[in-house]
Antibody
Framework: EVQLVESGGGLVQPGGSLRLSCAAS????????MSWVRQAPGKGLECVSY????????YYADSVKGRFTISRDNDKNSLYLQMNSLRVEDTAVYYC??????????WGQGALVTVSS | QTVVTQEPSFSVSPGGTVTLTCGLS?????????PSWYQQTPGQAPRTLIY???TRSSGVPDRFSGSILGNKAALTITGAQADDESDYYC??????????FGGGTKLTVL
């Protein structure tokens, strides 16, 4: 059974940093691309970052480019999102999602990040 | 800036059929965009319904179907049930690991 479990969310002040983790199991992690998708309160979904299985291809949405860094450790079956210079508008639930067939086939339960003073 | 358009809201009667659509601010949605559809209820993670235009995800009942209608992707729910009341998101693939989500359609079953 595929499982994606996010951790690392919490309350942080504007300008602060936070690192999200996603522990994956139930599939060959290194063979699949992964993404972080966020959802601000009461809003829709936004794909903020993508990383290929070998980390050769990485994408960032313009809204986070230069502030967020995606990475993965295939030996630990883990995906990460380092978030720096956080803004109030980064407040959202962040989902880890497995990519397959140019879509997202499995989702984690989400991690809430709140940026507030 | 690519914008994916969806109806903000829709309603359907129990047992009825509804078709939600997904368009692009410019041009047409085609199979080369690999449109996918996701269902989300409040407080829950999204659930994958359809990928690659018309392939149902594992465990999704066959009353959910995907297609291309004209210049848009479409999600059709046949025989709507009360627990289909959810938000539905369309996503189009733009290449190189980039996806654009639509704003979502809030479906009411009443």
């Amino acid at each position: 059974e595929v499982q994606l479990v996010e951790s690392g969310g919490g309350l942080v002040q504007p300008g602060g940093s936070l690192r999200l983790s996603c522990a994956a199991s139930g599939f060959t992690f290194s063979s699949y691309s992964m993404s972080w998708v966020r959802q601000a309160p009461g809003k829709g979904l936004e794909c903020v970052s993508y990383i290929s299985g070998s980390s050769n291809t990485i994408y960032y949405a313009d809204s986070v480019k230069g502030r967020f860094t995606i990475s993965r450790d295939n030996d630990k079956n883990s995906l990460y999102l380092q978030m720096n210079s956080l803004r109030v508008e980064d407040t959202a639930v962040y989902y880890c999602a497995k990519a397959a067939s140019r879509a997202f086939d499995y989702w984690g339960q989400g991690a809430l990040v709140t940026v507030s003073s | 800036q690519t914008v994916v358009t969806q109806e903000p809201s829709f309603s359907v009667s129990p047992g009825g059929t509804v078709t939600l659509t997904c368009g692009l601010s410019y041009g047409s949605v085609s199979t080369t965009h690999y449109p996918s559809w996701y269902q989300q209820t409040p407080g829950q993670a999204p659930r994958t319904l359809i990928y690659s235009t018309n392939t149902r995800s594992s465990g999704v009942p066959d009353r959910f179907s995907g297609s291309i209608l004209g210049n848009k992707a479409a999600l059709t729910i046949t025989g709507a049930q009360a627990d289909d009341e959810s938000d539905y998101y369309c996503v189009v693939y733009m290449g190189s690991g980039t996806w654009v989500f639509g704003g979502g359609t809030k479906l009411t079953v009443l």
